[in-house]
């Protein structure tokens, strides 16, 4: 008979959500249901009147862990909508910052899953703040590429966390030939120890390949071979930067899009019966808390060809590099690949940079009302920002952010998980969760959800 535990909130990923994990009597998932529980944003809202100058930095602001991607597809959609070329050097800009950006993101995310994983020929977690080696070295080895990117986001786009560089149109300004050099020397010193830094997670991620079980409220929990497993589909638009309707072969399509409600995917009301208090940290929900996913929601489920798909580094690798390992543990290796791919784009880009060059547009139209829209391939995936701008203002504005499109596919990936490692699925997908809510329950004795004005 199937049993109902609830593990909320889940950790180590920015953002509140939780899991809702119907489980056999082995404590096997059969059915998983992840889910944000973080506050609306309104962000969509807010943008309606802005001027298509002010909207990118507020859809920057729905976080501060993603606002580069943020930016970058807000600025294009605009540009999108307006339909505005923008010149090449700003392009390389746009780029390096973006790369700046992914490389910083998966040094991140490398703090946040090491704890889930073991110190190669022992059975030692590994703690990444331990000031004991060999984790400490690996440690100062990932802050100092988190420093390196951050350091050049913030030469080529202003800041590093909320870029104001960046613009309609291109760039507000270019940078020095000083500036050119310093980028490029940082960026071969972060290649060097993006090389190491990958081929160590790389190393501790087959490890944990190899064991049958791993520790978890001091029990010994299997660890199944098909781990995050599922047969949804993948996808991405570019391996680097990503793509928009104004682009002369865009490769996404809003047609192929469409959006449903939680209340349409989501499991309904249940009471938990299965509880643990040993779980970390604090125990899971207590028996006979109550749980309504399809109400409790604060996301869309969007759709693409009908289906949801896994958004980010694999769906990348799969679609451009004929990558093909499924699971938690293929996620994580696709995502090590990316760091020096990040470094080799970010590189390539500075070559090319002439910093007498021309960063913005001779001419800038103000807009007819056309909807355009823009796909950021950020460091967690596809970032789908769509506008209307006419006189210059945005009349609408709507964000699919890659977390968004993962919630779905997750959630099916957790079956065949015992239910005590759902988490270390969901951290695979590296969730931004504040940036995916855009909803929220507006009257439940009514069950009415309220719904993004998808046009």
């Given at each position: ?223 199944p071979k098909t781990l995050g497993y599922h047969d949804q589909g993948y ?221």
């Amino acid at each position: 008979m199937s049993k109902v535990v609830e593990i909320s909130p889940t950790t180590r990923h920015e953002g509140h959500s939780k899991l809702v994990l119907k489980v056999d009597d082995a404590g096997i998932v059969e059915r998983g249901d992840w889910l944000s529980i973080t506050p609306v944003r309104g962000v969509e809202k807010l943008a309606i009147g802005k001027t298509m100058e002010q909207v990118p930095k507020i859809a920057s602001r729905v976080c501060g862990i993603c606002p580069i991607a943020h930016t970058l597809a807000g600025i294009e959609a605009m540009e999108a909508s307006i339909k505005c070329w923008y010149p090449d050097d700003a392009r390389r800009l746009r780029v390096i910052l973006q790369c700046a950006n992914r490389a910083h993101s998966i040094a991140l995310h490398n703090i946040l899953i090491l704890p889930d994983f073991y110190i190669p020929g022992t059975d030692t977690k590994i703690n990444p703040f331990t000031p004991q080696e060999p984790v400490r070295s690996v440690a100062k080895r990932i802050q100092r590429i988190r420093e390196i990117s951050q350091t050049i986001g913030q030469i080529a786009g202003g800041e590093a966390i909320h870029p104001s560089n960046p613009r309609v149109g291109g760039m507000y300004r270019n940078v020095s030939d000083h500036a050119k050099l310093k980028m490029y020397d940082l960026a071969k010193e972060g290649l060097t120890l993006a090389h190491e830094q990958m081929d160590f997670m790389i190393a501790v991620i087959r490890n944990m390949q190899k064991r049958d079980w791993t520790e978890v409220g001091g029990k010994q929990i299997p660890i199944p071979k098909t781990l995050g497993y599922h047969d949804q589909g993948y996808m991405a638009t570019d391996p680097v930067y990503g793509t928009t309707s104004h682009s002369e072969n865009p490769t996404w399509s809003y047609e192929r899009f469409k959006e449903t409600r939680p209340w349409d995917w989501y499991m309904g009301e249940a009471e938990v019966n299965l509880a643990d208090p040993s779980y970390p940290i604090g125990g899971t929900s207590p028996v006979g808390t109550k749980v309504n996913p399809q109400m409790e929601a604060c996301t869309g489920i969007p759709l693409y060809d009908g289906q949801p798909v896994e958004v980010g580094p694999r769906a990348r690798l799969v679609t451009f590099k004929n990558f093909d390992e499924k699971g938690t543990f293929g996620q994580h290796i696709a995502r090590q690949l990316e760091y020096t791919d990040s470094f080799y784009a970010m590189l390539s880009a500075i070559d090319d940079l002439n910093p007498h060059g021309k960063v913005l547009a001779d001419h800038i139209p103000q807009g007819d009302g056309s909807m355009g829209w823009a796909a950021n391939e950020a460091p967690r995936g596809t970032d789908v920002h769509l506008a209307k701008v006419k006189d210059g203002r945005v009349q609408w504005y709507s964000m699919l952010v890659p977390t968004t499109w993962n919630f779905a596919t997750c959630s099916r990936a957790l079956t065949g998980a015992p239910w005590q490692i759902a988490e270390m699925v969901v951290r695979a997908y590296d969730p931004c969760v504040s940036c995916a809510t855009h909803m929220i329950v507006i009257d439940e004795e009514k069950r009415i959800v309220a719904q993004k004005l998808i046009q």
